[in-house]
Every structure is written in structure tokens, then in C-alpha cells.
């Protein structure tokens, strides 16, 4: 427990350092999947939880997911932006394991499956209080985000961690598009 309050602290405080640490731990590839795969589903359960136990719609206008189909999409999605940052970071002839990265990834849903919390919470009092903490959680998440792909990717700028990042998104969405088209879908079907 005092390895995940440090963790915390740090990631608020000095996210490089904090990814260092995580990075530090050295888990067992499995080990660090299972980490992932536990904090997606406890994410998953803590939407559905929260949705009075219906379908949870992600985009307006789509129909709400079931829990497996919310958890193959944000593990899946997950997983391969993982695997496409890590890829990327390549590119600058970087380290750093994919178990690593797993666990990172792994830490950043945990922060914002509380983040959740606090938002849910704050509903309670006010929905403009609730919306206004969302908005600077989320600047703050992207910044914890960066500063951990740093320690991860021993990049030593966090510019070449958002880099790396928006690279990722961008590879994960054309291997999206074109897994789409080999599918089946027309590719007026499917928007990057």
C-alpha cells in the first residue's frame, strides 16, 4: 500500500520519477499483463457499476456495449497503442520493455478509474464543479502520461514522449482502418 500512495504522490508531483520507479519494479512480463488486464476489467466494472449495470455508450449515437465488448475495446485499444508507442519509440533509438509499458499503461487507467470516482462524486454537489475537475484532470493525466512514457522510454524529453504518443495514436488508427477494410467494412465505413 505504501508503494501505491508513493506512487501517487509522485505521479502528481514528478511523473519521470514516478515512471522510473514503475519502470524500477522489473515485473515478469506475465506479471505486468495481468496488472493491465486487472485494472482494465476493474475499469470496466466500476462504467458498467456506475451505469446502473446497462449497456454503456461511449460516442452519442452509437448503441450501448455490453461489458465484453467494452472490455476487448479498451483492452484491445489499450494493448496496441501500447505496442504502437513502443514501437515508434524505436524510431529514436530508444529502450524500454513492452512489460513496462504495460504496467505505465496500467497505472494511467488506474489514476483516471479514480478520477471516475471523484467525478462521480462530485456530481453529487454540482455538475459544473464535476465537469470543471474533468477538464483539469485531464491536462493533468496527458501530463502524468508523458512524463511516465518518459521513464519508460528513457527519452529524456517529454516532447518526444508526446510525440511518441500522437505517432502511436496515428498508427493505431490507420492498423485500425485497414484491419476494418480487410474485414469486410467499405472504406467509406470506416473514419480514422
Known amino acids: 500500500m ?25 515485473l515478469a512480463p506475465g506479471t505486468a499483463f495481468s496488472a493491465f488486464a486487472l485494472v482494465i476489467i476493474a475499469a470496466v466494472l466500476l462504467m458498467f457499476s456506475l451505469s ?26 489499450t494493448l496496441g497503442l501500447c505496442v504502437c508507442i513502443w514501437l515508434i519509440s524505436r524510431a529514436f533509438s530508444q529502450s524500454g520493455r513492452l512489460a513496462d509499458g504495460l504496467l505505465v499503461f496500467a497505472w494511467v487507467q488506474l489514476l483516471q478509474t479514480l478520477l471516475l470516482i471523484v467525478q462521480t462524486a462530485l456530481m453529487v454537489i454540482s455538475v459544473n ?30 516532447l518526444k514522449a508526446a510525440l511518441c504518443f500522437v505517432l502511436g495514436l496515428v498508427a493505431l488508427s490507420l492498423g485500425g482502418a485497414f484491419l476494418l477494410v480487410f474485414f469486410g467494412f467499405a472504406p467509406g465505413q470506416v473514419t480514422l
Open 2 to 26: 505504501n508503494l501505491i500512495l508513493s506512487l501517487l504522490r509522485l505521479s502528481l508531483t514528478n511523473p519521470t520519477n514516478a515512471g522510473r520507479v514503475l519502470v524500477g519494479l522489473r
Open 52 to 77: 446502473g449495470f446497462q449497456g454503456v455508450m461511449l460516442l452519442p449515437g452509437f448503441a450501448p456495449l455490453s461489458p465484453w465488448s467494452l472490455t476487448a475495446i479498451m483492452g484491445g485499444g
Open 129 to 158: 464543479i464535476a465537469g470543471l475537475v474533468g477538464l483539469f484532470a485531464t491536462v493533468l493525466i496527458f501530463w502524468i502520461l508523458f512524463g511516465l512514457m518518459n521513464a519508460w522510454l528513457e527519452l529524456e524529453s517529454m
